[in-house]
Structure formats: C-alpha cells, structure tokens
C-alpha cells in the first residue's frame, strides 16, 4: 500500500491551535540525505527535497523512514509530518 504526501504543505498548528501550512521539503529533505544511514534514505531525501508540484507517492517502507527521521524534529512539526504519512 502506499501513500501520497505533499511535504510542501504539511499541516501544523501553531500556539493559538491555528493550523497553517509548511513547506519542509528543504528542510526535512536534506536532514533525511545528509543523516541517511543508507541509499534507500539519502535517494528518498533527495525525492522529498525536489518533490515538485506533485505529492510524492511513499511506499510503507519509506513512510516508516520518514516517522522514523521526524522523532528527530521539534514536536509540532514532527507531529504535522507524522499525521501527513498516517
């Protein structure tokens, strides 16, 4: 099974519980391809950091990667990148 995920708007709530949208392509992009342990990881970082107009279609497999690499992330954006995968 896979899923469609666009990391140019991911959905975050700020202090007042106001959702706004987040471009994390540059920034979770390239902590992905920089900390990547393998190939597997450093090619999907290099996917999300160029990801386009379109949502990236991620395997069950590279959406784990991603919750996995977003436990490294401030709470309230790991929470938006993690709900964008669910």
């Given at each position: 099974m896979s899923?469609?995920?666009?990391?140019?708007?991911i959905v975050i709530r700020d202090i007042n519980g106001q959702?706004?949208?987040?471009d994390v392509t540059a920034l979770f992009g390239n902590m992905l391809y920089m900390q990547g342990q393998n190939i597997e990881e450093c090619e999907l970082?290099?996917?999300?950091y160029h990801q386009g107009k379109d949502a990236l279609e991620l395997s069950?497999?590279?959406a784990d990667i991603v919750?996995?690499?977003a436990e490294?992330?401030?709470y309230?954006?790991?929470?938006?990148?993690?709900?964008a995968v669910q």
């Open positions: 899923k469609k995920v666009d990391f140019r708007n959702e706004t949208k987040a970082g290099q996917a999300i069950d497999k590279q919750k996995a690499y490294r992330l401030p309230v954006m790991r929470m938006g990148i993690k709900e």
